[in-house]
């Protein structure tokens, strides 16, 4: 069964560290996703991918790099965390299939930034 | 840009009772927006609801149902009698080619908590 997933599931970092995200999917995908959700906000786009090597900006980049090194994964880098970034993180494949945009998420990464 | 709009945060609602939430949404930067139900279960990540690709159209999954309503913009959420295991948050998406000709990007409205009361 298609499938992604991430890791860690959780992560606990001190402001200043570096954080990497990773996202794996089995859908065999072009397109994958990073996105954050906070209370209040749905989830918000931070980087995408139209395949390996690419990297696109989405609507909230700024703190975050992201890297596509094969079209099974995709990371998302936190050079410099701050505790702003303290938020859930869900990584997304998806392609257009059958007339329909829809994207496969996985099970999320909660970050805490002290 | 485009935009989804979930006026309830949060609605409680008893079990066997019937609910609704509301979703609207505006398309500017989309020719066809497809429109989504994504659910996500407390511990759980984000699963697939209902889709609807057509305007006009009814999607249906687990007794929940929407209908794409292009005229008015809406894609509300209905069930007739909910039960515990419905309580969840509810988010409202929309997706599709954008005019522009780049890639296809979801839209989530903010998200309804769903609390369902024995």
Known sequence: EAAVTQSPRNKVAVTGGKVTLSCNQTNNHNNMYWYRQDTGHGLRLIHYSYGAGSTEKGDIPDGYKASRPSQENFSLILELATPSQTSVYFCASGDLDRGSYEQYFGPGTRLTVL | ?118
């Not at chain 2, 407390?42 to 309503?69: C, D, H, M, W």
């Not at chain 2, 309580?87 to 780049?102: D, E, P, Q, R, W």
């Open chain 2, 1 to 118: 840009g485009d935009s989804v709009t979930q006026t309830e945060g949060q609605v409680t609602v008893s079990e066997s009772k019937s609910l609704i939430i509301n979703c609207t949404y505006s398309a500017t930067s989309i020719g066809y927006p497809n429109l989504f139900w994504y659910v996500r279960y407390p511990g759980e990540g984000l699963q697939l609801l209902l889709k609807v690709i057509t305007a006009g159209q009814k999607g249906s999954s687990r007794g929940f149902e929407a209908t794409y309503n292009k005229e008015a913009t809406s894609f509300h959420l209905q069930k007739a009698s909910v039960q515990e295991s419905d309580s969840a948050v509810y988010y409202c998406a929309l997706s599709g080619a954008m005019l522009s000709g780049s890639f296809n990007k979801l839209t989530f409205g903010a998200g309804t908590r769903l609390a369902v009361c024995p």
